[in-house]
């Protein structure tokens, strides 16, 4: 009896171990299928010297954890899926040691189909972003409610830079993840101050106006550039150059829309941001009425680089 005892006893434990190393099994293999984000997080410091550099250190990698590690979508991702972005923040000023006053940069791209070449999706620069962070503390992302500032802000640009990318594969494809950084923008209207100033509904340059603009249907317009530009443009690259002009050009003239409504749009602004080098690029190899069309339309979009575009003239 007792030899029966220890036998089942012993089963029973190889049975615990074994179904704790299956769930392990599981927890690991969906975490490498699930994540969405191969997001680079840097912090410069260099202007802050108030605070030990150890703090900077572990806030960088609290921040890669949290934007990485976080399932943003139901989707699930091969590892060579993930979407490439750098999150770069450079600490302007300690207000104090655990309260911080940072310019956020947000850069995404995505691959251009049969090429080694990669574009730029997204490219914006928030100066306004102020957050506070304790050494070691958890960072949690809680839905339909905002707990802090640093990673509703962190939240909200994963959200920006799915929808940015979804939207270059499938006709508004990232209309969901717009929808949640809307939603992480509302929340964020009950943060204190300051940190509710960088989601000022009074700022033109605030993240709350720049998730308005990109789901007002009045610009909708620069959603299907997202689309037309990239899936019917740019990934014909390699098949039919013709081709993929004259829809990168198509796809620009949609930009009048919402010049007309709103000329200092903050969609117009990360549009030239992004793509500025790249449309160059294209263009100088264009014949001398695609070059007129497409210099007719940064002058009228984007006169303060006129001179930049037109060095297509001379390649």
């Not at 030899?3 to 293999?29: A, E, P, R, Y």
């Not at 490498?32 to 191969?38: D, F, P």
């Not at 494809?173 to 949640?180: A, N, T």
């Not at 610009?219 to 443009?233: Q, V």
């Amino acid at each position: 009896m007792i030899l029966l005892n220890q036998l089942l006893k012993d089963f029973k434990t190889k049975i615990t171990l074994g179904f704790v190393l299956l769930m392990c099994m599981i927890c690991t293999s969906n975490k490498v299928l699930a994540q969405e984000l191969n997001c680079t997080v840097q912090i410069n410091y260099q202007q802050v010297t108030s605070v030990n550099a150890d703090v900077f250190e572990k806030m960088q990698t609290a921040m890669w954890e949290f934007v990485n590690n976080q399932r943003w979508t139901k989707d699930q991702f091969k590892p060579e899926e993930k979407i490439d972005c750098q999150f770069f923040f450079n600490i302007d000023e300690a207000l104090s040691n655990t309260q911080f006053k940072a310019t956020v940069s947000v850069q995404a791209t995505r691959p251009v189909y049969g090429t080694s070449y990669e574009t730029t999706i997204l490219n914006f620069i928030d100066k306004n972003v102020i957050f506070e962070y304790q050494e070691d503390q958890p960072m949690f992302f809680v839905e339909n409610a905002y707990t802090s500032n640093l990673t509703s802000v962190l939240a909200f640009y994963s959200y920006l830079v799915i929808g940015f990318d979804y939207e270059t594969f499938s006709k508004r494809g990232g209309e969901k993840y717009f929808d949640k950084a809307n939603e992480i923008s509302s929340y964020a209207q009950q943060a204190p101050p300051p940190y509710k100033t960088g989601w000022s509904t009074e700022s033109k340059n605030s993240r709350y106006e720049l998730i308005q603009d990109l789901t007002n249907t009045q610009f909708s317009p620069f959603r299907s550039y997202l689309y037309t530009y990239h899936r019917m443009g740019l990934d014909s690259f390699d098949q039919n150059q013709v081709k993929m002009r004259a829809d990168v050009l198509k796809s620009l003239n949609e930009f009048r829309t919402i010049f007309q409504i709103k000329q200092q749009s903050m969609l117009l602004r990360i549009f030239f941001m992004s793509k500025m080098q790249e449309l160059i690029n294209i263009f100088s190899k264009a014949t001398s009425t695609e070059k007129q069309k497409f210099l007719k339309f940064v002058e009228e979009m984007d006169s303060g680089n006129l001179s930049r575009y037109q060095k297509i003239n001379k390649i």
